[in-house]
């Protein structure tokens, strides 16, 4: 496994700190692991890119 850095703004970074405290994870980045992780399982269950752009458009992170 490989080691990479992500920036958050701070705001981000404390809403993410208080919910992995009180979700029980061992650390932001456990937390932020398991919730990508989650997300990409729930993409890749698409049957075509068109779908995942699809989904993606829905959620919001593509216009």
Same mark, same amino acid.
């Given at each position: 496994?490989?080691?990479?850095?992500?920036?958050?703004?701070?705001?981000?970074? @404390?809403?993410? /700190? /208080?919910?992995?405290? $009180?979700?029980?994870? #061992?650390?932001?980045?456990?937390?932020?692991?398991?919730?990508? @992780?989650?997300? $990409?399982?729930? $993409? @890749?269950?698409?049957? #075509?890119?068109?779908?995942?752009?699809? /989904?993606?458009?829905?959620?919001?992170? $593509? @216009?």
């Amino acid at each position: 496994m490989f080691k990479t850095t992500l920036k958050f703004d701070k705001n981000l970074m @404390e809403r993410i /700190k /208080k919910c992995s405290e $009180l979700a029980g994870y #061992s650390s932001p980045e456990e937390f932020v692991q398991h919730i990508v @992780e989650k997300e $990409l399982a729930r $993409l @890749e269950e698409a049957e #075509s890119d068109e779908e995942i752009v699809k /989904k993606m458009k829905g959620l919001g992170y $593509l @216009e």
